[in-house]
């Protein structure tokens, strides 16, 4: 019999929420429970495209908005084929950051529609969970200043956040609000739970395909 697919798992939220923390200790606490798990992120960095991106959020390039929309979606879809067969071997991924970031953070600038912001990713790997790490401007603040990359400062991260809440209502995703606003065992026991619960559950149901 084949074995059972893996459930892709994915987290999401403004700067500072403590997504790569909780991304980390999910795959620990995934992998010493016997579950086989990995751990991915978007932009992923490495390859060709990701080094684009790479650039023009550190400033060293500039990229025209609707374009650099593309790139980082194709960053996304040229990833998809790894992932599909990760999670046929039966390991979950857990991702820090997916296509809502891709949308909140385009459709934060002006001139973009979330709508147009969602079509290049229709179709992607569609989640069988996404946890929204909630964290207010003011508790983000007190977590120390944001970096120097583009996309980093507070009116920015603001309108981004209004945008995941649009995204949010979509009832289409498995969405899970987190308070990232407790401490990081607490954050860690709750991400976990409703982990495991999406991993039983992906067992059993075919992978879907996202905004379709
Ligand atoms: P990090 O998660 O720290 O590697 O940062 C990546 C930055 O890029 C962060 O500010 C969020 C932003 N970002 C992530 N995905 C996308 C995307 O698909 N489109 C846009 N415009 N920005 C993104």
Redesign the pocket.
């Known amino acids: 019999m084949a074995c059972k697919r893996g459930a892709l798992i994915v987290l999401e939220g403004v700067?500072k929420a403590g997504?790569?923390t909780q991304c980390k200790r999910l795959v620990d606490a995934l992998l010493a429970g016997g579950r086989p798990a990995e751990i991915m992120?978007?932009?992923d960095?490495t390859t060709t495209i990701g080094k684009m991106?790479s650039a023009y959020?550190e400033r060293k390039s500039d990229l025209e908005d609707h374009a650099?929309?593309l790139l980082?979606?194709a960053?996304?879809w040229e990833l998809v084929p790894l992932m599909k067969e990760k999670l046929e071997q039966g390991i979950t991924l857990v991702v820090?950051?997916y296509?809502f970031?891709?949308?909140a953070?385009?459709s934060a600038k002006p001139g973009f529609c979330l709508d147009w912001c969602m079509k290049p990713d229709v179709g992607l790997p569609k989640p069988d969970l996404v946890m929204f790490l909630q964290l207010s401007p003011a508790d983000a603040a007190l977590r120390g200043q944001f970096g120097d990359?583009?996309?980093?400062t507070k009116v920015f991260q603001k309108a981004v956040q209004q945008k995941f809440e649009h995204l949010m209502m979509d009832r289409s995703v498995n969405w899970q609000v987190i308070d990232a606003s407790q401490n990081i065992e607490d954050v860690h026991n709750n991400i976990t739970t409703h982990s495991l619960n999406a991993i039983n559950v992906a067992q059993n149901r075919p992978l879907g395909e996202l905004w379709k």
């Open positions: 700067d997504k790569t992120r978007f932009p960095r991106i959020l650099v929309h980082f979606s960053n996304r820090d950051r296509a970031s891709g949308v953070f385009t990359e583009r996309y980093e």
